[in-house]
């Protein structure tokens, strides 16, 4: 019955989305965000996922284990009515459910697609992974894979925003076609049932965390090849693993016999002290982070062994590129880490920065040797905003010097991360408020993905809330009224309506220093005050209109800053 009830919606996409003459998904994410009108009410929803691309092991768990399919969606609700007291926290209903991508494809499911076909054979080793027995289609943290139905989202009170964690996403839509990029419908509704607000929003997730290039049977890279020769496993899902597993063995023959106590205290007891190739041969798949701790997956890890991020990228960073024959870390573009990360076809940097061709994995995170330095902690020491967005400027380099990954220093805090978020010494975007106490990602969309995407999905909630792709920057997409303000916008900004425009002088002339850190030193404009829509000022010498993407200067009204 599931199968044509999502047929006949798709249907109904289809044609909508046909009637729009352009079948562009440019212009058809144009028109889903035009039909998404449950944000022109009293009350504005934004969602995001938390980290603009998950990744997961992909169809087998037999052999090895980096990673489960885990999705974190969060969400905050707004009140437009007010200038204070604006989220709304309890009395209401926030649910998630699965909706069509832009080519009228779903993915409602986990386990098997329409054909009959496993997507994932998860839950069958989910038990020996992860200590864990959630049925088919349900995550470790207990929340079920978007489908047709409605699941609730619950309100967590330390971080001041709705959430559903661990969902299991495929990468698979219910066709059995490949979907980096699947959708879910986030709607919240009030004690009667009412609708008070929807958005649609992007829940990514690749299989392309994929060591074949090197490790495959056939790959004919013969530094990975096993000293007792390549596996040869017909299933192109297991092969790579039991050559990795086979390697692990030969260069660490005691890996498991020196910590079967520490194994047997995680409650890990069918480790085979020869080694982890036989104990997967055992139908007892092995958990990476077991041994090689990750913050990834919190708790796991034995003391002195090198951590999974130290481990991998350190290990691999002198092995050559099988295409250029260049090493990894040599590398300045992102082509190296999409070797592995995701990737060559999801392309997960996809973001703003990532639509710019200058700007690669390392002038963020620098080489690889930087990634996997020893003192590194994975997954918490990472790029902040305020090491590109500083002093009026926007650098293309977070890091000054790439081989050790030194983010440049910090001289003003407008653009800055919050510090010690989510705990002491560490500094994230995922986890970093600003104006009115809305979460970074919630307006400027979430990391590696930020507004405005190269992938069309991601847009449709910005273009929903506010008209237009980018980050949510018009007031009117959270105030029902602008109230007026000279610098407690968002990142200090002042009003940019019609109200603004007699006030604005005598600020300008009280504080004239202050207006160089958007429309710069000169005066004359700069990317920080670039209109992200069409706007249009009367005065009482005349109307001045400017363009989307017009860098505001005193040169367009007046003769300069000291001009009449």
């Not at 609700?77 to 909706?99: C, E, M, N």
């Not at 890890?301 to 040599?330: C, F, M, Q, R, Y």
């Amino acid at each position: 019955m599931m199968r044509y009830v999502k047929e006949i919606i798709a249907a109904g996409l289809v044609f909508m989305l046909s009637a729009c003459g352009s079948t562009s998904n440019d212009n058809r994410a144009e028109a889903v965000a035009a039909a998404e009108f449950g944000n022109s009410g009293a009350y504005t929803l934004l969602a995001w996922n938390d980290l603009g691309m998950h990744c997961m092991d992909g169809s087998d768990f037999s052999v090895f284990s980096i990673l489960p399919p885990y999705n974190n969606l969060n969400a905050q609700l707004i009140r437009k009515a007010d200038t204070s007291d604006k989220h709304v926290t309890s009395g209401v209903t926030i649910t998630y459910s699965a909706v069509a991508s832009l080519d009228g494809k779903y993915n409602t499911t986990s386990v098997y697609n329409d054909r009959n076909s496993l997507k994932t054979n998860f839950w069958d080793f989910v038990e020996l992974l992860f200590h864990a027995s959630p049925l088919p289609d349900t995550g470790l943290t207990g929340n079920h894979t978007p489908d047709l139905g409605e699941y609730n989202l619950s309100f967590n009170a330390s971080t001041n925003w709705w959430e559903a964690t661990g969902l299991p996403m495929t990468p698979y839509n219910d066709d059995g076609s490949k979907n980096y990029y699947p959708m879910v419908r986030v709607a919240a509704k009030d004690t009667s049932g009412t609708l008070l607000a929807t958005t649609m929003v992007v829940l990514p997730v690749s299989d392309e965390m994929d060591c074949r290039a090197c490790h495959g049977s056939s790959s004919g890279y013969v530094a990975a090849r096993p000293a007792g020769g390549w596996e040869q496993d017909t299933d192109a899902e297991k092969d790579f693993k039991w050559n990795i597993l086979r390697l692990h063995d030969e260069k660490f023959p005691t890996a498991v016999s020196d910590h079967q106590p520490e194994l047997k205290t995680a409650g890990y007891n069918g480790y085979d002290d020869a080694g982890l190739y036989p104990t997967a041969k055992n139908a007892n798949p092995v958990l990476c982070a077991t041994c090689h701790g990750s913050n990834a997956l919190p708790g796991t890890g034995i003391a002195g062994i090198k951590p999974l991020t130290e481990a991998i990228h350190a290990l691999h960073s002198e092995v050559k590129d099988p295409d250029n024959g260049l090493t990894l870390n040599s590398s300045t573009n992102r082509d190296a880490c999409y070797r592995c990360h995701p990737g060559a076809t999801t392309k997960c940097l996809r973001g703003a920065m990532g639509k710019q061709s200058n700007i690669q994995c390392q002038s963020c995170h620098g080489t690889m040797n930087a990634v996997g330095a020893h003192a590194r902690s994975g997954w918490l020491e990472e790029p902040n905003c305020q090491a590109c967005h500083q002093e009026g400027m926007r650098y293309e380099t977070a890091v000054t010097d790439m081989s050790t990954g030194t983010l440049r220093e910090a001289l003003d805090t407008r653009f800055a991360t919050n510090p010690d978020t989510p705990a002491a010494g560490v500094s994230l975007y995922r986890y970093s408020t600003g104006h009115g106490s809305m979460q970074c990602s919630a307006c400027h969309g979430s990391t590696h993905a930020i507004y405005p995407s190269s992938h069309d999905e991601d847009n449709i909630q910005s273009m929903t809330v506010q008209g237009h792709r980018g980050t949510v920057a018009e007031c009117t997409a959270c105030h029902d009224t602008v109230p007026y303000t000279h610098d407690a916008g968002p990142h200090g900004m002042h009003t940019v309506f019609q109200s603004e425009v007699y006030p604005h002088s005598t600020v300008a002339n009280h504080d004239r220093a202050s207006c160089k850190a958007c429309h710069g030193d000169d005066y004359r404009g700069s990317i920080l005050s670039r209109t992200s829509s069409e706007r249009s000022y009367t005065t009482s010498w005349g109307t001045t209109e400017f363009k989307a993407g017009h860098m505001v200067s005193c040169y367009d009204c007046h003769d300069g800053p000291e001009g009449y």
